[in-house]
Nanobody, 121 residues
Framework: VQLQASGGGLVQAGDSLRLSCAAS????????MGWFRQAPGKEREFVAG????????EYVASVKGRFIVSRDNAKNTAFLQMNSLKPEDTAVYYC???????????????WGQGTLVTVSS
């Protein structure tokens, strides 16, 4: 499956931003979607993930209560709603697809190209 992430930009602390990830290509039934981010000089980290049905959602502790992951399977699109953004959220955000929901990047076999989110203080 091919993934295309979009929606990044420059915002101020406290603002909101919604990222989208459009999936296309071969049949992609029952895949989970994950969002990762990589800040300059840091390793890529898991941010959020959602099961195929949307019934299971997981978040890294630093974004719980601020970020919401969702998906629209009819449109083959996943979303990451980011609220109350902080400067430490600044990173390149990637969407990824996998067969199982996990926080390890090695589980995900399809990746989007990344979209830059910059939060100014």
């Amino acid at each position: 499956v091919q993934l295309q992430a979009s929606g990044g930009g420059l915002v101020q602390a406290g603002d909101s931003l919604r990222l989208s990830c459009a999936a296309s290509g071969r049949a992609s039934s029952n895949y989970v979607m994950g969002w990762f981010r990589q800040a300059p000089g840091k390793e890529r980290e898991f941010v959020a993930g959602i099961s195929w049905s949307g019934g299971v959602r997981e978040y890294v502790a630093s974004v719980k209560g601020r970020f919401i992951v969702s998906r629209d399977n009819a449109k083959n699109t996943a979303f990451l709603q980011m609220n109350s953004l902080k400067p430490e959220d600044t990173a390149v955000y990637y969407c990824a697809a996998a067969r199982v929901l996990a926080s390890s990047a090695s589980v995900y076999d399809s990746w989007g190209q990344g979209t830059l989110v910059t939060v100014s203080s």
